[in-house]
């Protein structure tokens, strides 16, 4: 092997750039790979190529950098690639484009950094043609099946936690009803691990449908026992039982999802009302995906890069990294592109929540 071309697709997080200096330093220190980095996700590979080289030397100060040096984008997938012809978005085929680039660059094949998505892509590539290919899984969502963590999801844990925390001092002093809604799409891992990491009073996820009026007795028993504030950690794509999610919906004649409006504030206003206790709203949106990642992914990203370059060597293409118990495995792309890796119900979490009096959607 001479040549690997590395990628990240999909929505940055935390860690992007420590796993590029992982995979760096390890195919060039160890084993005297060339490596270049695609730019812009697969859109690198299909016009172009646009590429960078990645040196040794290049990857000074990664282990901590925010977002990825490479770029991304949500264009997608090149086998449904989105263009505009005129007014409208129409969607073509440029997955040939993607390997006579491989082809022209003289890469061995591609370490692939990325989410669901990117992952289904990766499998695509794999199974229809048989490109060299190993990913490696990101995204502060935690949703991707297979492995028991992905990077970036400590970092927005700690940033979702310390934004409650904020929240905790100012609606103590107002005495109000603090709504913070974190991201995390369908999955509620960030909501659930900031929640109970913060000491919320009520934890509302995608996975477990959540009553209004119990939501409001919360508050009210609360205020009865003296507690004048409740904290609300809600998760985006968290519904009431028999209601619609509101957080992301495609506004017609867009290809982009559009946010319009998400639970944090319609909960607000149901709750006025309801309740004699001022009710305040954040969205902490992007804030998660921005910034350093913490020690804990640092050490992750650098597990999973030097792993993803090892595997490659041994020829264990179509695979994905991936950490169960601990340990960093090797799982076939194919078993895990298209599924998604939901809060349990039974999750132990929840019930360490529940008995420590948090209210977590019906039982
Ligand atoms: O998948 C990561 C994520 O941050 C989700 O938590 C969130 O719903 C979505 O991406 C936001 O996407 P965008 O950056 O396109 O608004």
């Known amino acids: 092997i001479k040549r690997i071309g590395i990628l990240t697709g999909g929505g940055d997080c935390p860690g992007l ?116 290919l190993v990913g490696v899984p990101k995204t502060i969502d935690n949703d991707i099946w297979g492995t028991d963590e992905t990077f970036g999801f400590h970092s927005a844990v700690e940033i979702a936690t310390d934004a409650i925390d904020r929240l905790q001092t100012t609606a103590t002093s107002h005495h109000r009803v603090m709504i913070l809604e974190t991201m995390g799409r369908n999955a509620g891992w960030i909501a659930l691990h900031a929640g109970l990491a913060s000491g919320a009073d009520v934890i509302l996820i995608p996975e477990i449908p959540f009553s209004l009026g119990a939501v409001v007795a919360k508050i009210m028993e609360r205020s009865s026992r003296g507690s004048r504030s409740t904290i609300i950690c809600v998760s985006e794509g968290a519904a009431p039982i028999g209601g619609k999610q509101v957080t992301r919906e495609l506004v017609p004649d867009s290809a982009e999802p559009v946010r319009l409006g998400g639970i944090a504030e319609r909960l607000c206003r149901e709750l006025k009302g309801r309740i004699q206790t001022e009710c305040r709203y954040t969205v902490l949106g992007h804030i998660q995906r921005g910034g350093i990642p913490t020690g804990y992914d640092r050490i992750l990203c650098t597990r999973m890069g030097t792993a993803a370059v090892h595997a490659f060597v041994e020829g264990q293409f179509g695979k994905m990294v991936a950490l169960r118990k601990n340990e960093i495995e090797m799982i076939p792309i194919t078993e895990i592109a298209g599924k998604n890796r939901f809060v349990d119900t039974g999750n132990d979490l929840i019930r360490a929540a529940r008995d420590t009096g948090v209210y977590f959607g019906d039982e």
């Open 17 to 132: 750039n420590a796993v590029i200096r992982a995979v760096v330093r390890c195919a060039v220190g160890r084993y005297h790979i060339e490596c270049l980095g695609v730019l812009d996700s697969f859109d690198g590979l299909i016009e172009g190529p646009a590429i960078i080289p990645l040196s040794w030397h290049r990857t000074k100060g990664l282990l901590f950098q925010g977002g990825t040096i490479l770029g991304s984008t949500n264009r997608g997938d090149p086998f449904a690639y989105k263009v505009r012809v005129g007014e409208q978005i129409v969607e073509e085929d440029r997955s040939e484009a993607v390997m006579a680039n491989v082809e022209k660059l003289e890469l061995d094949g591609l370490i692939i950094i990325g989410g669901d998505g990117t992952m289904a892509i990766a499998n695509k590539f794999w199974q229809r043609k048989r490109l060299k």
